[in-house]
């Protein structure tokens, strides 16, 4: 087990930010946290590198105990936090080579691998680059590059295309599944299901500092009862005409709202054409149809009761 987190609390004076929160990470996977703001998946991350103090709970990284002072361990990973940590004075590449400074001696080894941390983010043509030259989207790459260029086992990502303009965080998001194609394990934390959806092999989905799923997005989205939803927008319906609808089946819940009505079900092939087909036959007028399937968003308010989303 490359990581293994075991009935961690964490308080934070009353609020408790962790609640006895248990996780494992696997060799060779993209594991996703993915949680609201506040759900705890910092504190998490802080605690797993021995950043943080926490209250009881154990945590041990490539079947050792993590320690403060566990360098050996802390030398096989890779973090790339929230909040861009470059220093000012030095370029682009001194800065990269500043970070794989900290575990590669070898000055030939090193430059090696900084410029295969430099292309692998692309930024061979901003090396001589300031950090202050750099647009947000550079200076994550510029973050990123830091974290990785020692060739960690370990890389833990937390939220890094926060602020990220779109090409930037496809880039991102790309190297990162290169990276664990690669070999590497990724823990990759955010709150943007998207991501999640896009990158990670298995997810954890955490609410108020607990575990409260787990699985691949297959795995979770077929937890819920929800396997289709159809929206139906301008439209201008009737009582009796939405407990037609209900009669539909596989159909388990109809709401109607501002115009909109919103109608789900539990599977079944032809849903979008029983509800059209009702529609015309209540000769009711509407504007534009669409169907979805599940989102984890979908997944964590089945669960939970509200949005993932801010
Ligand atoms: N140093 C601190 N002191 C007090 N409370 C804190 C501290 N750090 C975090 N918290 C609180 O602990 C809870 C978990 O925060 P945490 O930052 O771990 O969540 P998160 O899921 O990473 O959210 P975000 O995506 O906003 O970073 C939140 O309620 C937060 O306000």
Redesign the pocket.
Known sequence: MIVHVDNLVKR??D?L?LDHLNMDVEKGEILGLL??????????INCILALLQYDKGNISLFDQPMAPDAYDLKRRIGVVL?NVAVFEELTVYENIDYFCSLYVKESAKRKQLVEEALRFVELQEFSKYRPSKLSGGLLRRLNIACGIAHKPDLLIM??PTVAVDPQSRNAILEGIKKLNALGTTIIY?S?YMEEVEQICTRIIV?DK?KQIAKGTKEQLKNMIALKEKITVEQIHITAPQIAQLKQLENLYECNYQGETLEAKFTGGNHNLLHLMETLQREAVAFGKVYSEKPTLNDVFLEITGKELRD
């Open positions: 934070y004076g609020l930010a949680g609201p703001n506040g759900s705890g998946k910092t504190t998490a929230q937390d939220e934390t709150h955490l500092g």
